[in-house]
């Protein structure tokens, strides 16, 4: 039996474990908590021995991870507020079995990669690569861009604030949208709203100029984008993953680039994460590879920190670790 009894003790105490997001150490995330939580004493973790010190009696943590292995050390943990959207990295079962809540950066993240978004789907629609090689030889030399996105169809895979964020801006574009979600009966910003089974998904996946996937990655969603669903794509369509690298499948996607039978993807995640050098999609003049960066803001710590700010005034009013902002696992004692 699950339940949610007051919490005995204030917060008083966050611990934050090692890691980096975007090139950016948790120091920073630590300094800015400190300067935002004058009566919470802030201690950051530099290796994993002091994790397990710390943890040992602290009952709020936060960082892009935290291991099973940690866990066995966190006897009053209390609360995790993970740094980043996703949690399919995170020792679930574990976490649920001690009963801590967990939170999520859900949302920080919306403006930046939906603006990527759009500019590698302009990028790729108006072949701005191809200028750039161009100019990189000094080579004036014309050349006809694919077309334009409006009037286009796109289906977005996912309606979390991301995926609204991306429909929003590509509505401003005269793109009419698909969405698919796994509530299609709570619709949504797109023009049409279908949920993932079949018959639907793959008749939104033969309408679409573009695919754009903006999902968590969930056993539904793994291998979501596979050799099936890109034999229904059109062979004009552009494949965009924002999302998980094993939603869309590998080797699939790279047969059909290889045979014409997509015009081009762009990839800010893949599988495996990061590719090798000797891969041959980094090698496709279609292909647009990123380092996992759309979600990059140089304000992100703040926007993190932020959150477990409300999230912490929200325990101590209430002395709960429910209805808690960004909550994806509720906490079970």
């Not at 009053?76 to 079962?93: E, K, M, S, V």
């Not at 574990?94 to 801590?100: N, P």
């Not at 994460?273 to 041959?280: C, F, G, V, W, Y």
Request: glycine share 6%; with cysteine; hydrophobic share 40%.
């Amino acid at each position: 039996m699950t339940h949610d009894v007051p919490s005995r003790n204030p917060v008083d105490r966050i611990v934050v474990l090692r890691g980096s997001i975007h090139g950016d150490s948790a120091t920073e995330y630590a300094k800015i908590l400190q300067s935002r939580t004058d009566d919470v004493c802030v201690e950051y973790a530099h290796t994993p021995r002091e994790e397990e010190r710390l943890l040992s009696d602290a009952s709020v943590a936060t960082g892009t991870t935290i291991t099973e292995a940690t866990l066995e050390h966190a006897h009053d943990l209390r609360l995790f507020a993970c740094a980043t959207a996703g949690i399919d990295h995170l020792p679930l079962t574990e976490l649920r079995s001690q009963g801590v809540a967990v939170t999520t950066g859900s949302g920080i993240h919306q403006p930046n990669v939906a603006e990527h978004v759009l500019d590698v789907l302009l990028t790729l629609v108006r072949r701005t690569t191809t200028a750039w090689r161009q100019q990189q030889q000094h080579q004036w030399q014309a050349y006809r861009p694919w077309g334009t996105l409006a009037g286009s169809t796109a289906t977005i895979v996912g309606l979390g604030p991301i995926g609204k964020s991306i429909v929003k801006r590509l509505t401003a574009l005269d793109v009419r949208t698909i969405g698919v979600r796994y509530s299609p009966e709570k619709g949504g910003p797109a023009d049409d709203v279908i949920g993932f089974d079949e018959p639907a998904f793959h008749d939104a996946l033969s309408r679409s100029d573009a695919v754009i996937l903006a999902c968590p990655l969930r056993e539904e969603t793994d291998g979501l984008i596979g050799r099936a669903e890109i034999r229904t794509l059109p062979s004009s369509a552009i494949v965009v993953n924002v999302a998980r690298g094993e939603i869309l499948e590998t080797d699939a996607l790279t047969a059909a680039l290889r045979r014409r039978a997509l015009r081009g993807a762009a990839l800010d995640v893949t599988d495996p994460e990061p590719l090798s050098a000797d891969h041959p999609l980094w090698d496709f003049e279609n292909v647009i590879i990123t380092p996992h960066i759309a979600g990059f803001d140089p304000e992100y710590w703040d926007q993190r920190a932020e959150i477990l700010q409300e999230n912490i005034r929200r325990i101590r009013e209430t002395g709960r670790y429910s209805d808690l902002e960004n909550s994806a696992l509720g906490a079970s004692r």
